[in-house]
T-cell receptor, first 113, second 114 residues
Framework: QKEVEQNSGPLSVPEGAIASLNCTYSDRGSQSFFWYRQYSGKSPELIMSIYSNGDKEDGRFTAQLNKASQYVSLLIRDSQPSDSATYLC?????????????FGKGTKLSVIP | GAVVSQHPSRVICKSGTSVKIECRSLDFQATTMFWYRQFPKQSLMLMAT?????????EQGVEKDKFLINHASLTLSTLTVTSAHPEDSSFYICSAYRFGYEQYFGPGTRLTVT
């Protein structure tokens, strides 16, 4: 059973600080990695996707991938109260043509005003 | 981003009845659609993968005769929960995949079985 592990939190950061979210995965063949944000009672919303080692920045969000360590992270700069949500790490399953995702349990982030 | 709709958003049904949930990709043709289930404080669990015109592929432990999936077109997939029981109460979410892009999630359907 391929797994995606996340610290469930809650992770509390003050407004304006950097929030750091981490994720490890077990499927070495995975090639696509995603971060989703999920507000309570809502469906997930794609925040970032990353496919190659290194950093990828989009506004206040930076995703980092290290395939050798099977580790992916998300940094949120200048955290805002509206960033308070559960962040889900998702990893595609290895295998030709596999678009299926395995999700972690999510890290609950709380940004304190 | 692409838009995926689900209907209904909430449904309450009695034990033993069947419920149909629709998932539509509104502005693109989805090569594949996925159905997930999420229990409170749990992550999304993939139930099945659906390709237009072919039978759905179910995840281990998901009863295909209980959760009927029909993917009649590139923009519509339906999930029917047959003979629903209270333990089927959950948040059901579909996603639509467009080749070369990501999965786009619908808003979800909250099912309560009484």
């Amino acid at each position: 059973q391929k797994e995606v592990e996340q610290n469930s939190g809650p992770l509390s950061v003050p407004e304006g600080a950097i929030a750091s979210l981490n994720c490890t995965y077990s499927d070495r063949g995975s090639q696509s990695f995603f971060w989703y944000r999920q507000y309570s009672g809502k469906s997930p919303e794609l925040i970032m996707s990353i496919y190659s080692n290194g950093d990828k920045e989009d506004g206040r969000f930076t995703a980092q991938l290290n395939k050798a360590s099977q580790y992916v992270s998300l940094l949120i700069r200048d955290s805002q109260p509206s960033d308070s949500a559960t962040y889900l790490c998702a990893v595609n399953r290895s295998g030709a043509g596999s678009y299926q995702l395995t999700f972690g349990k999510g890290t609950k982030l709380s940004v304190i005003p | 981003g692409a838009v995926v709709s689900q209907h209904p958003s909430r449904v309450i049904c009695k034990s033993g009845t069947s419920v149909k949930i629709e998932c539509r990709s509104l502005d693109f043709q989805a090569t594949t659609m996925f159905w997930y289930r999420q229990f409170p404080k749990q992550s999304l669990m993939l139930m099945a993968t659906s390709n237009e015109g072919s039978k759905a592929t179910y995840e281990q432990g998901v009863e295909k005769d209980k959760f009927l999936i029909n993917h009649a077109s590139l923009t519509l997939s339906t999930l029917t929960v047959t003979s629903a029981h209270p333990e089927d109460s959950s948040f059901y979410i579909c996603s639509a995949y467009r080749f070369g892009y990501e999965q786009y999630f619908g808003p979800g359907t909250r099912l309560t079985v009484t």
